[in-house]
Structures are given as C-alpha cells and as structure tokens.
C-alpha cells in the first residue's frame, strides 16, 4: 500500500534520469502492473516554474497512479514544491531522492550525503509530509545504505523519516561510495525491515522476476523498486507480474527478436510523441538500442546504424533487417545492464562528517545534475 493505494503486484519501476519518461513508463506499464515513477524534478526548479522542469511532469491520461520524485535539500523549498504538487494536482505519490551519489551533487551535500545530517534530514522529510497531507498524498523516501561502510545512515534515517510519516521508505542496499559497482546488500534490506513497521520497499540487482522472488524472500521487504533491469528490457514487468502471481516455477518472459523489434518501434514511436518531434525523439532513442539487442547475434554495422536514427521509416527499414525467429539469448540473463561503474571516494563538502546535528541548508545542492 502506498497511502490508500494498492500496489498489485508489489514492483515500483524505479525513477531513472533521462529514462522513465511518460514514453517509457507507458511502456513498461503496458507490460504489467506496478507504480512506475516519473524521472526526478528539483524542487528550486519546480517552484520556480522553469518550463523544462514543468515539462518533464507529463503523464498519460491513464496514468492512474502518477509517481513523482522530488529532490530537494531546503525543507522549506521541498514543503513548498509538495504544496504546488498538491495545489496543481500534478502527481498522487511523491517520492523524496535521498540516493544520487553524483559527486557534483554530494559535494554540496545533496542527494545520498543528506541523511548524514540527521536533523536537515528530519525537517525535509517532516515538512514535505506535513506539505502533503492536505491533499492526501502519500510520501515515500528513496535513500542508500550511507555514504560508506563507516558512515551507514539507513536505518536512522528510516525510523526518522518513520516518525514523520512516510507511507514507505525505499533503500538502494548499496552506500553512495559504491555507486553502482559490487552487489547490492540484500541483508541491509532485511535489517530496515526489522527496524521499521512502514512498508520497506527492496532496490537493487533486479534483473528478473526470479530476482525479485529471492529479494523477497531473502528481505522480508514489502515490494520491489527495478532499475536498471528494465534497460532495454520493458517486458520485465511482465515477467515480474508471472513472477510474483506465480510464484518461483512461474515461466519466464523471453522475447524472441521479432517481438524485441516491435517493442523497439513503439518505443521510438512513443518518445516521438512525446517530445512532439521526429527528431528529438529518435535521438532520444538512441541509447536505449545497445541495452535491447544486448546478448543478441546482430552485427555491427547493423547495431551501429540503429543508434544513430534519425527518422521511423529509417528505423523500421533497419528493424526489417533481423530475423525475427532469433529467440532471447539466454546468456544476457540475470546480467547486470545500465552503469555498473566502479566505487570511488564520495566527495563531501569541507567537515561534513564531523556535524551531523548541523541543520544549516547547504547551498548549490540543487543542481540539474541527477541519479541515484
Ligand atoms: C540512468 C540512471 C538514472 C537514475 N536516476 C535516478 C534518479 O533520478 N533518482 C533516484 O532516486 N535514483 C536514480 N537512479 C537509481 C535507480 O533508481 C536505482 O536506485 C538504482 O539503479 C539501483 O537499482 P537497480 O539495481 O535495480 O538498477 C538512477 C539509475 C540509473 C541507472
């Protein structure tokens, strides 16, 4: 449940930076059922009314559940955001981004660097719900294990974001040094569960329903947030509903290449829409070409020309080219796809570590930069 909202099966399409468009997340959602989450928007930007950020709110008129992230590190101007979010009912759920790990941004002390400051933490957190209430909309918030092993914040903060009210708390199992190299710390999930009695919702290294399966299982957690799964992959929550109606024996969603290329052209298709612009939208399209033909026996020259469309006819005249019997290559399964870039230092700004009690806002957090 997120507020009165019942999410059947329990899979959030996790909120992705130039991804989870309204092309995209129409998508995945023709493929099952789920809250899919709209790409993330600063809350300065919004309050300010920048027409890009203003923009990106899209959803589809069936949209029943319009998910959206907010990243803020003012409780004043993220309480602010949630009341125009609420006054202009422009979402039914928003979520809070405590995870993005770009040091751009922790360097000012945003995104996965906040919890650390416990009590900044807090007044974000507990403005943003108390912003929401009014206008019943649930609040959730997406954060990572810390910012290193030494410095874990997760269960803090969930018990504090607990205590002001969230309807769910979502944890990427891995700290901001991680980024996102090594595996994701399923046991880190099962310990939020034990801490807290909000639903926990579990993140990290889905890459089939099976994988969801074991989380639950292994977690206790309440549901499941996929990213980078899905990469190239939008049938994965087709496979996630098997999965979780069928439980572990269910049968696997494997398209062959024909089905892949008709998936191809209507993503395409839909981000042309979306943008209101052939071009933009095939460009758009472009980096999403390597993660579906990802494991696939197409050539080169092939592969290389898709990823540089720039009109539909041109890519159903490429698309034409595969055969559409080849059936999906059982080694690009349970692969990790997207970024997988190694650890690296988080960079901080000057004595951050050593007052966690300082609630001062940190300044030039709020940037265009984004991630989890
Ligand atoms: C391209 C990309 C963009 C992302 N953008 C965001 C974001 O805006 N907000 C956020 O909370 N997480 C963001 N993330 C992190 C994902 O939501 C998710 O937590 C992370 O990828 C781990 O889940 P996964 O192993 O299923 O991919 C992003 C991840 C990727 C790969």
Known sequence: MLGDHAVNPPVVLAPMAGITNVAFRRLCREQ??????????????????????LKMIAFAEDEGFRSLQLYGVDPDVTAA???????????????????????????????????????????IVTQAVE??????IPVTIKMRKGIDDDHLTYVEAGLAAQDAGVAAVALHARTAEQRYSGKADWDAIATLKQALD??????????EGSDALRMVE??????????????GRPWLFADLEAAFTQGTGYRPVLPALGEVAKIIA????????????????CADFRKHV??????????????????????????????????????????????????????????????????????????GAETDESGG
């Open 218 to 231: 292994h977690t206790g957690c309440d549901g499941v947030v996929v990213g980078r799964g899905c990469l």
């Open 81 to 123: 955001a949630v009341r125009m979010v609420g006054e202009d009912n422009l979402a039914d759920h928003i979520d809070l981004n405590f995870g993005c790990p770009v040091p751009k941004v922790t360097r000012r002390g945003g995104g996965s660097a906040l919890p650390w400051r416990r009590r900044l933490f807090g007044r």
């Open 32 to 53: 099952g059922g789920g809250v899919y989450v709209c790409e993330m928007i600063t809350t300065r930007a919004l309050v300010e009314r920048i027409p890009k950020t």
């Open 290 to 363: 390597a993660w579906y033909l990802k494991g696939f026996p197409v050539g080169g020259d092939l592969r290389r020309s898709l990823a540089m469309i720039s009109s539909l006819a041109e890519l159903d005249d490429l698309l034409a080219k595969l055969d559409p019997a080849v059936p999906f290559p059982a080694e690009a399964l349970g692969q990790p796809r997207g970024r997988v870039n190694a650890p690296g230092k988080v960079s901080l700004p000057h004595g951050w570590l050593d007052s966690r009690d300082d609630d001062s806002v940190p300044e």
């Open 131 to 136: 912003a929401a209430k009014p206008f019943g």
């Open 198 to 207: 909000v639903p926990v919702l579990g993140n990290g290294d889905i890459w």
């Open 266 to 281: 209507r993503h395409a298709q839909l981000l042309v829409e979306a943008l209101e612009d052939e071009r933009h939208g």
